[in-house]
Structures are given as C-alpha cells and as structure tokens.
C-alpha cells in the first residue's frame, strides 16, 4: 500500500475550556521536514508534536497549523500591580504640586493607567494539555494518511499500466534483436556475392563477421536486467512500508539499461521503442517523485 507524498489532514479537539485546531499539508520532499507553526503558550511542546508526527510520516515537507482558543473564563484571573499603581499615584500628587493644581485623582483614575490591572491565564496542567492537543493532532495526521493512501492508490494503478507497456516494448526487443542478426547476416552475404560475382563465399569468414557484429549489438543482459527491474518495481509497490526512494534507484537503473540498449543498435525499429522506452521510464521516475 504506497502513499502519496501529498496530503492534507484536519482534526480538532474541543470541551468547555480549550479548542484545539491542527491541519496538515505537504508536499515532495526527499526526507522528512515538518514545518511548526504553534502558539507561543505551546512551544513547549513542538519536540513531542514531531516525534509523534513521525509515527504516521515518513518523507514529504509538510506545513503543521496548530492554533488554541480558550473557551473559558475559570482560568483567567485578574491582577492588581499594587506597586505601580502606588507610583502612579506618587506622581500625579507630585504633578498638582509642582504646577499648583487641583488633586482630583480619583481611584478610576489610577485603574485606567497601563499594568495597573491585567489579565492573566492560569498555568494549565500539562500533562492534560498534551493529551488534548495530542488528540486534535492524531485525528488530522489519520485523515492526512488517508488522504496519501487514496492518491497513493490512483499513482500504483497508472504505475503498473506504465511498467506493463514498458515489458510490451521489452518483448519487442527481445523479439527483434535475433532477426537483426539473420538481416545482417543475408545483407553482408548479398554485398559480397555482389562484389565477388561467381565466386564461392567464404563461409567462416563471413560467419566470422556476422559473429563480431552480433557480439557488439547484444542487448540479451539488457532486457534481462530490465525485466528484473521493472518486476522488482511491482513488488515495492506491494510493500506496507515507504518504498520511495528504492524506487527512485530502480528507474535509474531501468533508465541506465535502455540507454545501452540505444548505444549498442543500429536497428530503426529497436531505435524507436528504446526513445519510447526511456520516455515511459522518465514519466514513472516523475510519478515516484510523488511516492513516499
């Protein structure tokens, strides 16, 4: 079961003090990289948001949206700066002196100057904290890995129908590569008869050229590496576990073979599905860009 390195997950957790809100959204990456937006009152806890992001993913660069909303009063709490407000005062009686003015401080006076009285949340357990927001977190990494599943399954459907033409083309070559030899073989013997007249062919020494030129043009290691690789391909995409970067290697490899298959054959036709061949092999290296 592949997934798709792009996704997005939603989740909240919600009861009468707090409400949690986490999305998810990623997109190709070569490793894993999270991306923490958290409140300030939960950056204490971006090491634990990580690690257990890392339960469910694996590779992709995946922005993380985390937001608190406090839904109560019972954990806010008023605070009075007796300390400044007592300055305040020193100052504004200080003031009437020296200017010759009326004192007319009044107490409303003094609690609408700045800190006088501010409002502050209590500190909140962090244990139940965690297991909140751990909730919010862990309902949008299931959907976010839905998400991947379902693309992942659409990207191993269009993969095996490609790797199933790729073993056509396969087959074509391995099909025609004998018949190459047998027109060489009759167009060598033609030219020389052609050349010679009359006169008997050397047997051997033909057999001999027709020997080299088939040694040279031999694509049997080729297609049989082809083969295997297209097939290891079909079983990684069988695998439970990430299988990305395997397969990255594998089109290397598949793309390597076909580019001696094209180095080695003077044929037209063998020509046309080797560039056919490297074509299909570039579009599913693009499509395992998107595999996690």
């Given at each position: ?23 998810l959204k990623s997109v190709n ?43 109560s009063e019972k954990n806010t ?214 595999i996690e």
């Amino acid at each position: 079961m592949i997934k798709s390195m792009t996704g997005f997950g939603h989740g909240e957790f919600c009861n009468e003090q707090r409400k949690f809100t986490v999305e998810l959204k990623s997109v190709n990456h070569r490793y894993l990289d999270l991306s923490l937006k958290l409140p300030k009152s939960l950056s204490s806890f971006d090491a634990a948001v990580r690690q257990e992001l890392r339960r469910y993913i694996t590779r992709g660069k995946v922005d993380v949206y985390v937001t608190m909303e406090n839904l109560s009063e019972k954990n806010t709490q008023v605070i009075y700066n007796r300390e400044l407000a007592s300055r305040y005062l020193a100052h504004l009686r200080t003031m009437a002196q020296e200017f010759g003015l009326e004192d007319d401080t009044r107490v409303s006076t003094i609690a609408r100057l700045p800190e006088v009285f501010t409002m502050e949340e209590e500190e909140s357990d962090q244990e139940e904290l965690w297991l909140e927001l751990k909730s919010a977190l862990d309902a949008a990494a299931e959907m976010f890995v839905k998400a991947r599943v379902a693309e992942g399954a659409n990207l191993k459907k269009d993969l095996c129908e490609k790797l199933d033409g790729m073993l056509r083309m396969v087959d074509f070559i391995d099909e025609r590569s004998p018949q190459i030899i047998a027109e060489y073989r009759e167009k060598i013997g033609a030219r020389v008869r052609e050349i010679l007249g009359d006169t008997q062919v050397d047997e051997g020494r033909l057999l001999t050229e027709v020997t080299i030129f088939a040694d040279k043009v031999c694509v049997d290691e080729e297609i049989v590496r082809l083969r295997s690789h297209i097939g290891a391909v079909k079983a990684e995409l069988e695998k439970e576990e990430s299988v990305g970067r395997k397969l990255d290697f594998l089109a290397q490899e598949m793309n390597r073979e076909a580019n001696t298959i094209l180095s080695k054959t003077t044929d037209i036709e063998i020509s046309a599905r080797g560039v056919d061949l490297k074509t299909e092999i570039e579009k599913v290296r693009e499509q395992i860009q998107n595999i996690e």
